[in-house]
Nanobody, 115 residues
Framework: VRLVESGGGLVQPGGSLRLSCAVSGLTFSNYRMSWYRQAPGKERELVATISSRGGSTNYAPPVKDRFTISRDNVKNTMYLQMNSLKPEDTAVYYC?????????WGKGMLVTVSS
């Protein structure tokens, strides 16, 4: 099983980034997918979740109305569109796939919001 994040990097405050998580080795359409993040010196926190078929999404309060989670069950890929980025969004972002007791993680990708 592989979960590979891409699209991170350095962006100025107020800017946008689109993260991707390409998944292989599992039946992607069975899995609930999530983005987590871990800022320096802080615990990992849930950012957003999308149901297996994409019909339901949930967001953490700090990102609600700025971030949008989506998925393509044909391309086996999940996305996170991040708009109006703030310095406090700086973190390592991880994708997660969960189905019953099955729980898989990507290696993480740094997003830095700074001028």
């Amino acid at each position: 099983v592989r979960l590979v994040e891409s699209g991170g990097g350095l962006v100025q405050p107020g800017g946008s980034l689109r993260l991707s998580c390409a998944v292989s080795g599992l039946t992607f359409s069975n899995y609930r997918m999530s983005w987590y993040r871990q800022a320096p010196g802080k615990e990992r926190e849930l950012v957003a979740t999308i149901s297996s078929r994409g019909g339901s999404t949930n967001y953490a309060p700090p990102v609600k109305d700025r971030f949008t989670i989506s998925r393509d069950n044909v391309k086996n890929t999940m996305y996170l569109q991040m708009n109006s980025l703030k310095p406090e969004d700086t973190a390592v972002y991880y994708c997660n796939a969960r189905y019953g007791l099955m729980d898989f993680w990507g290696k993480g990708m740094l997003v830095t919001v700074s001028s």
